[in-house]
């Protein structure tokens, strides 16, 4: 099998002994992998697991990885490198933990997907679009679902406002013949694309007519909200018609900010803050503050202002416990406890003193 195919661009690293492969789904832990001498499911190493301190770590769909293969092609595979990424995806597992999920790897654009019906939030696609901007990987925004919505031109107008610059916009309409038309020209071949958002938006609808084929089962949306349920349960990767690599992923009612890059995403904001007259303007009620000078001239919306505080303040936080849990991952997997690392410290003064 050609590796090529999926992506590689011969830059891969192999040790010797290994063999290369590519991550194209995960399901519980279970990997299928698609390797020169075609596919195998594989698990993970004990050395690899052992080495890994976090989740993030570990293999996710996208990865490159080595491999050792088995003599029978029936029998599982053992992934015992994972190689480096030049872009991932993650979030903040659901709940309460501060815990990173890995959503996908080594890809080359996210496809942050929004329906034009009650979905319609931009203030979400706001949260999307600064966890892109951390990702590594370049944002495109796919505005699904155009024939139920309200206002095309305010809600286009809506989304504009809140854009990088040069992000691309695409619009997408499955109920017409050459709805998909634009977003199958935007896809490449040998580029890696990651559908990413929440129940509901037509993900895998969009990837079953770019493939010609059903790949995903859908369901209907409540019509109330125009939420839907979690039809795609696993990650997956594969290789379209015109040669492009799409990875669909499960719809996220909840994305946690874990890595993400809040500055780049608000940057009208964060430029209107250096002429503020204090260096920690709040952007409250201080007086000579340019951001609340923009609001009051309509340049800058308040809800606007808001969410920036909000995402800022919630990515500050989760980055912080983050790294205390990395911290405590590596005390445990060196000493078994903190109790026990601050014994051998204990023992290591004493025996230092005499």
């Known amino acids: 099998m050609n590796l090529s195919e999926y992506g590689n661009t011969e830059s891969q690293v192999v040790t010797a002994g290994l063999n290369l492969g590519r991550v194209i789904t995960v399901s519980h832990q279970t990997f299928t992998v698609v ?4 596919r195998f499911h594989a698990e993970i190493s004990g050395r690899l697991r052992n080495l890994a301190m976090t989740a993030e770590d570990l ?19 053992y992934i015992e490198r994972l190689n480096e990424r030049h872009s991932v995806f993650l979030r903040k597992t659901a709940g309460r933990q501060i815990d990173a999920q890995l959503v996908a790897a ?26 892109a901007a951390a990702s590594g990987a370049k944002p495109s925004v796919v505005l699904t679902k155009a024939d139920q919505a309200r206002d095309l031109s305010a809600q286009l107008a809506e989304v504009d406002a809140v854009l990088p610059p040069q992000t691309p916009v695409i619009i997408c309409d499955a109920t017409r013949a050459d709805g998909l038309a634009e977003l199958a020209n935007f896809m490449q071949p040998r580029q890696t694309y990651a559908l990413i958002g929440s129940s509901g938006v037509g993900k895998t609808t969009l990837i079953n007519h770019l493939s010609h084929q059903v790949v995903g089962e859908t369901q209907a949306v409540r019509a109330s909200d125009s939420h839907g349920r979690h039809t795609t349960t696993t990650r997956q990767l594969m290789v379209l018609p015109n040669q492009s690599i799409v990875i669909d992923t499960p719809g996220m009612r909840e994305l946690g900010l874990m890595d993400a890059d809040v500055a780049a995403t608000f940057d009208d904001i ?15 009620q201080e007086p000579g503050c340019a951001v609340q000078a923009a609001i009051a001239t309509g340049e800058v919306d308040a809800t606007r202002l808001r969410s920036y505080q909000e995402l800022q303040q919630e990515a500050s936080v989760n980055t912080q416990l983050r790294g205390k849990a990395r911290e405590q991952a590596k005390i445990k997997r060196m000493f078994g406890s903190k109790k026990q690392m601050q014994a051998v410290r204990k023992a290591s003064r004493h025996h230092q003193k005499y």
């Open 35 to 38: 390797t020169e001498f075609g």
């Open 59 to 77: 293999p996710t769909v996208g990865d490159w990885v080595q491999l050792r293969l088995p003599a029978n092609r029936e029998d599982v595979a």
């Open 106 to 131: 080594n890809i080359d654009w996210l496809l942050l997907c929004m329906a034009l019906d009650h979905n319609f939030n931009v203030r979400r696609l706001e949260r999307y679009l600064a966890v």
């Open 270 to 284: 964060v430029q209107l803050a250096q002429h503020c007259r204090f260096s920690d303007c709040t952007h409250q």
